[in-house]
Each structure stands twice: as C-alpha cells, then as structure tokens.
C-alpha cells in the first residue's frame, strides 16, 4: 500500500524559508517521478515542482529560483525548500507520486507566510 505524509508546514514570515518533506511507504522516491502541488483557499490546486526518476527538476514559474524539490533515497523522502516566501504562497502543500496506473497523495500541510 503506497502512503505519502507531508511535514514541515507552518507559519513563516515574508522572507522566510520553510522545507518541507514528504515520506513515501509502498513505493521509493528513487523509481518514481514526484510531485509537489499547492491549493489556496477558494483556488484550483497548482502544480508547484516536480523531481523525475532520472533526477531532473522542473518548477512552476511562480516559484522558480525561490523553491528547490529535491530527495533522498536512504530516507525514502522527498523535500520542497521553499525562500523568500511571499504571502502568496500560503496554501495547503501536497506531494503526489503515481503508481500502478494510480495516483497517490499525502493529506498536505499548510503553509501560512504572514507578517
């Protein structure tokens, strides 16, 4: 059974840095392309970053050269560092992998970045 749980939300300042982390059971973030995604309130969930399985990095424009997605195998883990926040990027975050033909994700973690 796959499972993906997020961590590392909370409250940031303008300016500010959080990672966040997002572990994988049932499946290895080394054979799997992962995804990060975020949804604000009243907002469609967007697309954010993603790491292939060859290692390859991809972002949304929004967050390019602020966020960096990375991963390490031994911990099964893949992490999103997020700098310079901005109270636009307040939104519930999601990690999302597919497998099988199915598509996994975790339950999210909120970031707030406010003053």
């Known amino acids: 059974q796959v499972q993906l749980v997020e961590s590392g939300g909370g409250l940031a300042q303008p300016g500010g840095s959080l990672r966040l982390a997002c572990t994988v059971s049932?499946?290895?973030?080394?054979?799997?392309?992962m995804y990060w995604y975020r949804q604000a309130p009243l907002k469609a969930r967007e697309s954010v970053a993603q790491i292939y399985k060859d290692g390859a990095t991809s972002y949304a424009a929004s967050v390019q050269g602020r966020f960096t997605v990375s991963r390490d195998t031994a911990k099964n883990t893949a992490y999103l560092v997020m700098n310079r926040l901005a109270p636009e990027d307040t939104a519930v975050y999601y990690c999302e992998l597919n497998k099988g033909g199915l598509t996994y994700w975790g339950p999210g973690t909120q970031v707030t970045v406010s003053s």
């Open positions: 049932g499946s290895f973030v080394s054979s799997t392309n």
